[in-house]
């Protein structure tokens, strides 16, 4: 059974940084493609970043340059490090994989006041 668990969020002010972690089982981590997305409250969830089994990344617009994605496949683990944040960084943050359908996190809360 897969399964994903997100945690490290929490609140902080404008300009800080947060990391995030989604620890997986149930899946041969080191060949899937890992994903982080989040969603704001009543908007749509939306894609952040995600890493592909051998490291290449792709970020986002609204967050290249300050968020970095990176994944520790002994630890079966994706990071989100995220940097200068902004209060429209505000969201559930979920972690995302795809083993025959979709996989979800829980989903980890992040608020930026400021």
């Known amino acids: 059974q897969v399964q994903l668990v997100e945690s490290g969020g929490g609140m902080v002010q404008a300009g800080g940084s947060l990391r995030l972690s989604c620890a997986a089982s149930g899946i041969i981590f080191s060949t899937k493609t890992m994903f982080w997305y989040r969603q704001a409250p009543g908007k749509q969830r939306e894609l952040v970043a995600f890493i592909s089994s051998n490291g290449g990344t792709s970020y986002t617009n609204f967050v290249r340059g300050r968020f970095t994605i990176s994944r520790d496949n002994a630890k079966s683990t994706v990071y989100l490090e995220m940097n200068s944040l902004k209060a429209e960084d505000t969201a559930v943050y979920y972690c995302?994989?795809?083993?025959?359908?979709?996989?979800w996190g829980q989903g980890t809360e992040v608020t930026v006041s400021s």
């Open positions: 995302s994989t795809v083993h025959s359908t979709q996989y």
